[in-house]
T-cell receptor, first 118, second 113 residues
Framework: DQQVKQNSPSLSVQEGRISILNCDYT??????FLWYKKYPAEGPTFLIS?????DKNEDGRFTVFLNKSAKHLSLHIVPSQPGDSAVYFC?????????????????FGKGTHLIIQP | DAEITQSPRHKITETGRQVTLACHQT?????MFWYRQDLGHGLRLIHY???????NKGEVSDGYSVSRSNTEDLPLTLESAASSQTSVYFC????????????FGPGTRLTVT
């Protein structure tokens, strides 16, 4: 049973426009959420995170929004650049109460392939 | 600069053989993790460790083992490789406790024939 869902396998956005990547989760014990970016043949790279006590976190062109009542988070990239083309993974951590993947193990979504069109 | 490395980057082995994948980090992180990435599954946690002599099972631990004899290394052993273990394996590390950001190695592509 997938606890972190990224329902869009791919997303195509024009350069300079906003990219919005979505993620839903089902486990209410998750209390920390992260976004990772991954290029082919490389390991995932940490991008931005948000604690469940916040509803927004911003870092340069990247902003993550969290809606706890809807169990939904999104990553906004603005403006989108060609180097942003990659696979983006949403991940969640549940602290000591989570037994699915271990106390500090991350639960990942399947990823969204973002393609920035010139 | 601190980093996390994995070796080998590519490995082909036969069914039934024992295989060990190496992971080495110079971040001096207490926490280390192994994940596998398969098409249609994202990354799934295999084993993790909170420090020397500590190991814990993750979501997909069957057929795998780890040992932690020092802070820097967490080798992953496939006791008897199976074709279902063909995958890309990622090692990661993080500081103890919050924040939960994990830093990943470049991955090892393992093929079991």
């Amino acid at each position: 049973d997938q606890q972190v869902k990224q329902n869009s396998p791919s997303l195509s956005v024009q350069e300079g426009r906003i990219s919005i990547l979505n993620c839903d989760y089902t486990n209410s014990m998750f209390d920390y959420f992260l976004w990772y970016k991954k290029y082919p043949a490389e390991g995932p790279t940490f991008l931005i995170s948000i604690s469940s006590i916040k509803d927004k976190n911003e870092d340069g062109r990247f902003t993550v929004f969290l809606n706890k009542s809807a169990k939904h988070l999104s990553l906004h990239i603005v403006p989108s650049q060609p180097g942003d083309s990659a696979v983006y993974f949403c991940a969640a951590s549940g602290g000591l109460m989570y037994s699915g993947g271990g106390a500090d193990g991350l639960t990942f979504g399947k990823g969204t392939h973002l393609i920035i069109q010139p | 600069d601190a980093e996390i490395t994995q070796s080998p980057r590519h490995k082909i082995t036969e069914t039934g053989r024992q295989v060990t994948l190496a992971c080495h980090q110079t971040w001096n992180h207490n926490n280390m993790f192994w994940y596998r990435q398969d098409l249609g599954h994202g990354l799934r946690l295999i084993h993790y460790s909170y420090g020397v002599q500590d190991t814990n099972k993750g979501e997909v631990s069957d057929g795998y083992s780890v040992s932690r004899s020092n802070t820097e290394d967490l080798p992953l052993t496939l006791e008897s490789a199976a074709s279902s273990q063909t995958s890309v394996y990622f090692c990661a590390s993080s500081e103890a406790g919050a924040p939960y950001e994990q830093y990943f190695g470049p991955g090892t592509r393992l093929t079991v024939t």
